[in-house]
Structures are given as C-alpha cells and as structure tokens.
C-alpha cells in the first residue's frame, strides 16, 4: 500500500459545506470580500467526500488524501 504524501503547511483554512443548494455559493461570494481570503470556488466532487467517509464508504487516510489532493 502507497502512503499518500501530504503537505503540511501554517496557513489556515476555511472550508464551507452543506447539503446541495443550501446556499453554499452565496455564502462563498460573501465569504470571499472578507480580508486576506484569497479564493473561493465551489467542488462539488469534495462535497461527497465528507459524507462518503460518515456512512464509512471511504476510510480516513483516503478522505484526508483526497481533500489534500
């Protein structure tokens, strides 16, 4: 089994999530007039990886890897 890489850094995220049309991009348009937030966009792909992983579809290390990547 390949250990996935990732790497670590000091700069703090936000991650902004919800259930499918729960306001998620209105909130990313306001979020992103906020001081020293450089980007904001929307994944759709890494929204399923959180509830991949809590109905344990997807275990931890691939959920962390994943969300790096």
Not at 51 to 69: G, H, M, V
Request: proline share 3%; net charge positive; hydrophobic share 35%.
């Amino acid at each position: 089994m390949t250990i996935p890489y990732t790497k670590k850094t000091n700069i703090p995220l936000l991650g902004i999530s919800g259930i499918t049309r729960s306001g998620k991009a209105m909130i990313l348009n306001i979020v992103s007039t906020f001081r020293e937030v450089e980007k904001s966009n929307v994944n759709v792909t890494l929204e399923q990886f959180y509830y991949l992983f809590s109905t344990k579809n997807l275990d931890k290390k691939t959920a962390i890897y994943s969300y790096c990547y």
